[in-house]
Each structure stands twice: as structure tokens, then as C-alpha cells.
């Protein structure tokens, strides 16, 4: 197996090209360049720190820091995910948190052990990434939940009622790209290892595994939270909110 190719800083510099390009159209249609000059300016710190932290936390054998900065993960994810209803985040923040850890934490545990076999256990140079794909995507469909639930009680729907249409939503962008992948995109997971040497055969059972953990994740993390908040809105938390 080929070991993908170190692309040098003068090439990867050639990369910009391109933006300036964009940026420049922003400039000259009186668009808002600034806000994407930041952006790209925050995504180079941003990718450059985590390469480093990963680095140094790949080279960890302390399975006591991999589950720390698993729970850290997980508490960052479930209190994104209420974004779209920050009068009452402090409120269901417990809920998110527990749907976060029972949902993904048990996919994260199936693939993890059931599938890849990790040895040890707690090996982070797959655990890490794995996680983060897991928490991401279950955190973006509870966030979407979230929102269509508040916006179909704030219609006076039952809540049984509003919560099938929040969890149907929720999955829209999941199912998506279960129709999509491999058709319409092919990854970048199975992009990186095909590029890396890997068999295309190969490269496609792991992004088979990685489908079906993003939509597990995404289902039941969404499904307890939803079923974990009931009560918060039949004891008068809808009223709240449409206040």
C-alpha cells in the first residue's frame, strides 16, 4: 500500500489562487470580502491547532484522556445542538446531553468494538475521528429537531404530533446522502484512502460502516431527546416558548 503523497507548503500555497480570485469578485460586487477573509483566516488556525493537538494526542496511550476528550466532545456537541432555542438552552441542556451520550455513545461503542476491533480499546487514532464524525452528525440533527419542534408547537400541534415531524426532518439530510454517496459525491473519508493506496473495495466497506454509524447516531441520539423533553413541554415549556 502507497502511502499518500506529503503535499510540500509552496504547493499547498497554490491553493489560494483560486480564492483570491473569489475574494476579489466579493471586493469588486461590494460584497462582505472581510467576513470571508476571517473565515479563511480562522479555518487556517483552526485546522493548523487541531493537526498539532492531534499529533500529540494520537502519540497518547492514557485511555483516561481519550474518554475525557470524548465527554469533552460530546458536552461541546450537546450544547451546540440547542442553538436554535437559547431561551431555554440551560433548561434541556441535561436532556441533550444524556440523548448525546445514550445515541452516539453506544454507535461509537458498536463500531469501535463490534466492528474495526480496536486493540486497545481505546485507540485514538480511530476513536477520535470516529467520535467526531459521530457527535457532528447526530448534534446537526438534533439541532434541526430541536427547531422544528419548537416551530410546530408554537403552532398548537400535539406534541406527539410535532415530534414525528421534528424527527422526519431531522433525518431529511441524512437520508439525503444515503441516496447521494457514491452517485452524486464520493466521500472524503473513502477519497482520503482511495488517494492513500487503499482498494476502492476496501475503502467502500469503510464508508459503508461510516454511513451507517452517522445515520444510527443521528436517529437515536434525536430520538431520545425528543423523548427525553416531553414532559419539559407538557408541563408548560411550549407555553414558553411562544411567549
Not at 494526542?57 to 461541546?76: E, K, P, Y
Not at 445514550?102 to 486497545?120: A, D, K, Q, R, W
Amino acid at each position: 500500500m502507497n502511502s499518500i503523497q506529503t503535499i510540500p507548503l509552496t504547493n499547498l500555497a497554490l491553493a489560494f489562487i483560486p480564492v483570491l480570485f473569489v475574494i476579489g469578485i466579493l471586493f469588486n460586487w461590494r460584497l462582505d470580502a472581510y467576513n470571508a477573509i476571517y473565515a479563511l483566516i480562522r479555518m487556517l488556525a483552526q485546522l493548523l491547532m487541531i493537526g498539532f493537538f492531534l499529533t500529540t494526542l494520537f502519540s497518547s496511550q492514557s485511555a483516561g484522556l481519550i474518554v475525557s476528550i470524548l465527554a469533552l466532545m460530546i458536552m461541546i456537541s450537546s450544547w451546540i445542538a440547542l442553538g436554535s432555542i437559547k431561551k431555554h438552552r440551560g433548561q434541556l441542556y441535561s436532556k441533550a446531553l444524556l440523548a448525546m451520550t445514550l445515541g452516539s455513545g453506544s454507535t461509537l461503542f458498536v463500531i469501535s468494538v463490534g466492528v474495526i476491533e480496536l486493540n486497545p480499546w481505546y485507540e485514538p487514532r480511530y476513536l477520535i475521528p470516529l467520535g467526531g464524525m459521530i457527535f457532528a452528525n447526530a448534534m446537526n440533527s438534533m439541532s434541526l429537531a430541536a427547531e422544528r419542534l419548537e416551530s410546530e408547537i408554537s403552532r398548537n400541534r400535539r406534541y406527539d404530533h410535532a415530534r414525528t415531524i421534528a424527527f422526519n426532518a431531522a433525518l431529511i439530510p441524512i437520508i439525503n446522502s444515503l441516496f447521494a454517496v457514491g452517485l452524486v459525491s464520493l466521500p472524503g473519508m473513502m477519497t482520503g484512502q482511495i488517494l492513500s493506496g487503499v482498494s476502492p473495495f476496501i475503502a467502500a466497506r469503510y464508508q459503508i460502516m461510516v454511513m451507517c454509524m452517522v445515520f444510527a447516531s443521528s436517529g437515536l441520539t434525536t430520538a431520545c431527546f425528543l423523548v427525553l423533553i416531553k414532559k419539559d413541554f407538557i408541563n408548560g415549556l411550549s407555553d414558553k416558548l411562544q411567549s
